[in-house]
């Protein structure tokens, strides 16, 4: 699929039914467009089988209470219906984005408690992320913004406000030619990228920062179950940015990113090397198995 996302074939699951891709639309005067009330899931489907669906059909919901409102369907529901997209668009390997949000109603300020709650769920086919980034390695910059502390918003849910600072980080990342970019937390100690979680290798252990004030993806979890499973000891702990020095390695996880290995941030370089690339193949086999 080309061109631009408000003008393609197809069809998207809107409130109930199916629509036809370009008339999948909201009125201006949506209550998320406005103040950010809005919750959603990367997914990807590997083969025909959405990797995790229903963990991400869960997280959303939970998302969603997070921000005060709630999805009028089941984690089954929204299980059914990703399928029933897919189906419908002939996709076997997609990216998969189920969206909830307060829709227009009666309350255009900051409270918004009678106006609908809409569901929308689309799928497409998507290639790397990060482009040639997994045999090469993506090149991240160090961000400005720093993640938030969990007592100033719901750190924990993928909500769309959150991804904000997000959208700057990686707009000032590509101006300087990267692909990314690099978080600190709210603390000064490293936390995430704009859409990924961050791991790296020292002594041929594994080293990854708490995910105490950031999303604690599902893609990091099972990555790091994988790495348990092979014997590799993984460090789950506060990082500080002098340590970035002394790593040997460094990956990306995220539904979108999957498993992507890192070759540079800022001022320092990393291998692709041998633990990199096999924990890669091996979530590789596990999404398509």
């Not at 209550?31 to 809005?38: E, K, M, Q």
């Not at 990082?239 to 390695?249: D, G, R």
Request: hydrophobic residues 40%; negative net charge.
């Amino acid at each position: 699929m080309e061109g631009a996302y408000d003008d393609r074939d197809g069809k998207i699951w809107l409130d109930g039914q199916l629509v036809e891709w370009r008339d999948a639309k909201v009125h201006v005067l949506t209550h998320a467009l406005h103040y950010a009330s809005s919750v959603f899931e990367g997914e990807r489907a590997y083969n025909g089988k959405i990797f995790l669906g229903h963990a991400h059909s869960e997280r959303l919901i939970a998302s969603a209470k997070s921000l005060d409102f709630e999805i009028p369907y089941t984690a089954d529901e929204i299980d059914a219906i990703k399928d029933e997209v897919l189906k419908v668009n002939g996709f076997t390997n997609a990216y998969v984005r189920a969206v909830a949000w307060r829709g227009a109603g009666p309350d255009m300020g900051v409270a918004s408690s009678r106006n609908p709650v809409q569901l929308a769920v689309a799928a497409w086919e998507w290639g790397n992320y990060y482009g040639d980034a997994k045999t090469k390695g993506a090149k991240l910059d160090i961000a400005k913004w720093k993640r938030p502390s969990p007592e100033t918003i719901p750190v924990h849910a993928k909500a769309a406000g959150l991804y904000m600072i997000c959208t700057m980080s990686k707009h000032a990342a590509e101006a300087k030619g990267c692909s990314d970019a690099l978080f600190m937390d709210y603390r000064g100690y490293v936390a995430e990228a704009t859409g990924a979680n961050i791991f790296f290798v020292k002594d041929g252990e594994v080293h990854t920062p708490l995910a105490d004030c950031f999303l604690n993806g599902l893609t990091r979890q099972t990555v790091i179950k994988l790495l348990k499973e092979k014997g590799i000891t993984v460090h789950e702990r506060h990082i500080m940015p002098e340590e970035l020095e002394s790593f040997e390695q460094c990956w990306l996880t995220g539904t979108a990113a999957e498993v992507t290995p890192v070759g540079q941030i800022g001022d320092y370089s990393f291998e692709v090397g041998a633990l990199t690339l096999d924990i890669a193949e091996t979530y590789e086999t596990l999404v398509r198995s």
